[in-house]
């Protein structure tokens, strides 16, 4: 917090959000925590660029008084974000009853005697605030599967093809699955009579040896 002894404010910057083409304004809260009336007059090197309000007033005692610094609209950014702009903030004692009516250059005059109370401002270029991110509004109902089906029907349509294939795809597996089964069981007939056909091939040449055995003994 920052003090000119009559008034205190919390800070001797004051910070604009910049943007270009923007009319930007900053709050400064003057404090009077003595039990004077105290007036004020606020002054800046570039008053073609600002918009001060109240540029002067009385702020009672033991209270506040906010004044509204207005940064007209620029078409350009400064080097660096720089600003070399500069506030002063008077402060003088007043007569008790004293209204901003009855503030006067003359009573902010060093040379007159007056004891003036000053308080030098800056001002401080600041990045602007980020917008919010954007949230999907909706229900929760809009969120369930049933909200979730669009009018024309084409989520229906798209989960049904889905639905569809995967049916397809069971079918053609079990389909190769009972192909497979039967061509392993044919496999299997086939080894069998082969071996059955072999059983009476043998037979056949035992029974054809005993058979020239017998013939040859006789």
């Known amino acids: 917090m920052s003090s000119g002894e009559l008034l205190h404010i919390h800070s001797q910057e004051l910070q604009f959000p910049f943007e ?73 004692v007043a007569s008790p009853g004293v209204t901003t009516k009855d503030v006067t250059p003359e009573m902010f005059n060093k040379e007159s005697g007056h004891e003036v109370h000053e308080c030098k401002l800056s001002v401080v270029y600041v990045a602007p605030p980020r917008p919010p991110s954007p949230v999907q509004e909706g229900s929760e109902e809009d969120s369930s599967p049933r909200a979730s089906v669009s009018e024309n029907g084409h989520s229906i349509a798209t989960e049904f093809t889905a639905a569809s294939k995967a049916f397809s795809e069971q079918v053609e597996y079990q389909d190769t699955s009972f192909e497979a089964r039967s061509l392993i069981s044919k496999v299997t007939e086939e080894r069998n009579s082969a071996i059955e056909q072999n059983k009476r091939l043998r037979q056949e040449l035992v029974w054809n040896l005993l058979r020239k055995s017998l013939l040859s003994m006789l």
Do not use: H, W
């Open 20 to 92: 270009l083409r923007k009319q930007i304004s900053c709050s400064l809260q003057l404090s009077n925590q003595t039990d004077n009336y105290v007036a004020f007059k606020v002054k800046t090197t570039n008053p073609k660029k600002y918009c001060v309000r109240p540029n002067t007033g009385v702020v009672l005692p033991r209270s506040t008084c906010d004044v509204i610094v207005t940064m007209q609209a620029q078409k350009e950014a400064p080097p660096d974000m720089q600003c070399k702009d500069k506030f002063l903030l008077q402060s003088v």
